[in-house]
Structure formats: structure tokens, C-alpha cells
């Protein structure tokens, strides 16, 4: 939700289609066994879609600064990454449904396979804009205040990815039972 927001525009299209997603997303806690498992897999389709998707127009909105090869790891490492939901969706549904403990396995991977390209491109953006420019940040947020409200979301996505993370690995303790953790919600 932190990476989509600042990207929302008022109107259909992708983004509000995407958007849809959310209400769905944040329902699923409050459901109970065994409509649980069936309701979490099933939103967690269309919001792993999300994540690739706008991953992919995150590289078409900065392929020009790619070099050809450069453009291809992205594009491949993306496409590889979609085993990896398929898995998690099931591991889900399973964890969800009967407790089977594929779920504690891959669960802590998932930053890897949702963060990795929206960090890289913002940050590949920011260095395009910094070296191709050379504009400070605070000049450059002050004149497309859009980036700079990205940037914050971008901080805000990253650190709820860290509570989130540390929670599922047990380096912190908030109180949530296992696969409950809300802040992967905020991150997307």
C-alpha cells in the first residue's frame, strides 16, 4: 500500500484496480478457520499479481536509463520470482488451513521476492537523476514534490518491512499469533 499510494491516480485503470485490492487484503484477518485459508489465498492472488505488475511498470518507467542487458537480469529475475508466489500461496493456504509449517520456511523470503525490484529502480532513479543532473535531494523534492512523497513511502515501506521481517524471524516479539503479522500489508 505504501508503494502504491503515492503512485494512485483518481480514474480507472491499473491503479485503481490494484487499489480494489487493499480492503480485500486487510478483511482477511478478521476471517475464521477454514474460510481463512481459502480467503487469504485467493486475495493473495490478486495482490501477488499486483506486486509483479507494478513491479514490470516500474521497470517500463525506467528502462531507458538500462542498458539491454541490464534490462533483461531485471525482466528474468522477475519472471523467475513467480515460482516463488505460486509456492507461498500454497504454503498459505496450507499454514492457514492444517498448521503445515511449509509457511515459517518461505514466509521470510518473501521481501526478497516482493522489495527487491521497487528498491533497486527508485534507487536507480534517484542515482540517474543525482549523476545526470546533479541536483540535491531537497532541490529535487522541492520541485516535484510527487518524488519526495514516493521517497516517504518508500522509508515508511521499507521499515515496516524490517518490523515485519524481524517478527516472522523472531528477532522481535509484537504479540501477533504466527502468519498474522500485519505489516506486510502496509508494505505493498
Not at 22 to 34: E, Q, R, V
Not at 117 to 145: E, H, K
Request: glycine share 8%; proline share 7%; aromatic share 18%.
Amino acid at each position: 500500500m505504501t508503494i502504491s499510494l503515492p503512485n494512485v491516480e483518481i480514474g480507472p485503470g491499473f491503479n485503481g484496480v490494484s487499489s480494489s485490492a487493499w480492503p480485500w487484503a486487510m478483511g482477511s484477518s478478521f476471517s475464521s478457520k477454514p474460510t481463512y485459508g481459502w480467503y487469504l489465498s485467493i486475495t493473495a492472488i490478486g495482490l501477488n499479481i499486483s506486486f509483479s505488475f507494478h513491479n514490470l511498470i516500474a521497470w517500463i518507467k525506467i528502462r531507458g536509463f538500462f542498458t539491454q542487458q541490464s534490462s533483461r537480469v531485471y525482466l528474468v529475475s522477475l519472471l523467475l520470482a513467480q515460482p516463488y508466489w505460486i509456492l507461498e500461496i500454497y504454503a498459505n493456504f496450507a499454514f492457514s488451513s492444517d498448521g503445515n509449517p511449509l509457511f515459517v520456511t518461505t514466509r521470510p523470503l518473501e521481501p526478497l521476492f516482493r522489495d527487491t525490484w521497487w528498491i533497486f529502480t527508485t534507487c536507480s532513479l534517484f542515482y540517474t537523476i543525482q549523476r545526470g543532473y546533479d541536483c540535491p535531494l531537497a532541490q529535487l523534492v522541492r520541485i516535484i514534490p510527487r518524488f519526495g512523497i514516493m521517497l516517504l513511502f518508500m522509508a515508511l515501506s521499507i521499515l515496516s518491512t524490517i518490523v515485519d521481517t524481524g517478527e516472522v524471524l523472531g528477532a522481535c516479539y509484537l504479540g501477533f499469533p504466527p502468519g498474522i503479522e500485519p505489516f506486510w500489508k502496509v508494505t505493498s
